[in-house]
């Protein structure tokens, strides 16, 4: 089985580097200066106990590889360039091509499922920052991370079971489940932070009220479309004694993935599909989601603006949904 991971930043970086040093075969699929660095030097890999650079095979498009009938490509990118790198991936490698959606989120699955009848949905609970073309770290000092994988909407099969396996013996703790996406809506209820995080920051009694709303927020929608969720104590069972972080010499993270969204000047974030995603639970459920509303703009306002993270402070964005609330 070759793994093609289709966006090679922090988290598909990461679990690139990984499996091919458990010997298994991977390409990237880059973009730009990243993409530039890796065929120029190789990817540069840091952790709490690792610093090197290893040779990877790096394509810019998905055009440039021939797929074979044992590839597995895993989606890595951010949901907001989902839609057309699944075209582009169709249109190299056709439609057969099993798709997995290591991905925040649970917007992409079904994306993936209008184009690919083979898809799986991945959670990714995986320390990792990208800040400079080439570059890739991740603060977890013995497992990698979190990778439980399996069938969209439902199920296992040999394919996932046998990526399980390999991801499971690369360095990760990763389980075939076939429930995956009720773990995927928890994983989506800390997400939800990410945008306060990139915005504000989440180090002030104003932000800690901004989260608690946006999660009551999400579990109300969850309620009222008749989402089943992992709860709370089950993701804490699940994560507990599995990831060990560590301080990375050289490199600090910074902030969530929103945040190095906005670190680097992208022009784009991926809050439509995190707190956008309960904005539109809750206008199809009728249930007010007045912060994650408030928090979905303000990320795209600033990411627009290329703007910095920390520009809005925690206690204009609490006036602005209290306001919001009164309408």
Partial sequence: MRVVIYGAGA??????????????????????????????????FRSPTEDLTVPMHAVGHPSELD???????????????TQGALLDLRAAAGAGVPVVCAQNGVANEAMALRLFPDVYAMLVILPASHLEPGVIATEARTTTGILDTGRFPHGV????????????????SCRADASIMRWKYAKL?????????????????????????????????????GIDCATADEMRARRDGVIELGPVAGQD?????????????????????LNGEIVELGRLHAVP???????????????????????????????????????
């Avoid at 044992?70 to 360039?81: A, E, G, N, R």
Wanted: hydrophobic share 45%.
């Fill in 11 to 44: 988290v598909g970086g990461v679990i690139g580097v990984r499996l091919q040093q458990h010997g298994h075969d991977v390409v990237l699929i880059a973009r730009g200066a990243h993409l530039d660095a890796i065929r120029a030097r190789g990817l540069t």
């Fill in 67 to 81: 797929f074979a009938a044992d590839d597995i490509v895993l989606l890595t990118m951010k949901s907001q360039h």
């Fill in 157 to 172: 099969d040999g394919r996932i079971t046998e990526l399980a396996a390999m991801v499971d013996s690369s360095g990760f």
């Fill in 189 to 225: 209820l800390s997400n939800l932070g990410n945008a306060l995080d990139a915005v504000a920051g989440r180090q002030s009694e104003a932000a800690t009220t901004i989260g608690r709303l946006m999660r009551q927020e999400a579990l109300a929608c969850f309620a009222a479309a």
């Fill in 253 to 273: 993270r910074g902030g969530s993935s929103s945040w190095q969204s906005l670190q680097r000047g992208t022009g784009n974030i991926e809050a439509d599909y």
């Fill in 289 to 327: 989601t007045p912060a994650n509303e408030v928090l979905q703009r303000a990320a795209h306002d600033l990411a627009t603006a290329k703007a910095p993270p920390g520009s809005t402070s925690a206690e204009d964005l609490l006036r602005m949904i209290n306001a919001y609330s009164s309408r």
